[in-house]
């Protein structure tokens, strides 16, 4: 088993900063990828961004390519999502996820290991 948990979420402007964390724990050896999914109001979970624990291959959607950047500390079994110019839009509940998959997995029933979200809000 894999426990994660998110933190860094909270209210911020439009135009602003935010950076999430999520602290790993269990089975982390068991992990290939990380990744970021986010959960708007009335909306379907999406993914946002992975990257490879080994190597660091990253893979991000369209709409946060040059605005958000993930990276991960593999000595602290960390990882981060570095959120800049956040938008109305980006507004949802972030979670962190864990996957034994290979390749850039982006579904999220390809992820076993979830956190319990970190909320994120945008004002305009």
């Known amino acids: ?8 979420g909270g209210l911020v402007q439009a ?3 935010l950076r999430l964390s999520c602290a790993a724990s269990g089975r982390t050896d068991s992990r290939n990828i990380m990744a970021w999914f986010r959960q708007a109001p009335g909306k379907e979970r999406e993914f946002v961004v992975s990257i490879r624990l080994i190597g660091g291959r990253t893979d991000y959607i369209d709409s946060v390519k040059g605005r958000f950047t993930i990276s991960r500390d593999n000595t602290k079994n960390t990882l981060y ?21 290979v390749g850039e997995p982006r579904e999220r029933d390809q992820y076993a290991y ?7 809000t945008v004002s305009s």
């Open 114 to 120: 979830w956190g319990q979200g970190t909320q994120v």
């Open 15 to 17: 135009g602003g900063s």
């Open 81 to 101: 999502l570095q959120m800049n110019s956040l938008k109305p839009e980006d507004t949802a509940v972030y979670y962190c996820a864990a996957s034994t998959y």
């Open 1 to 8: 088993q894999v426990q994660l948990v998110e933190s860094g």
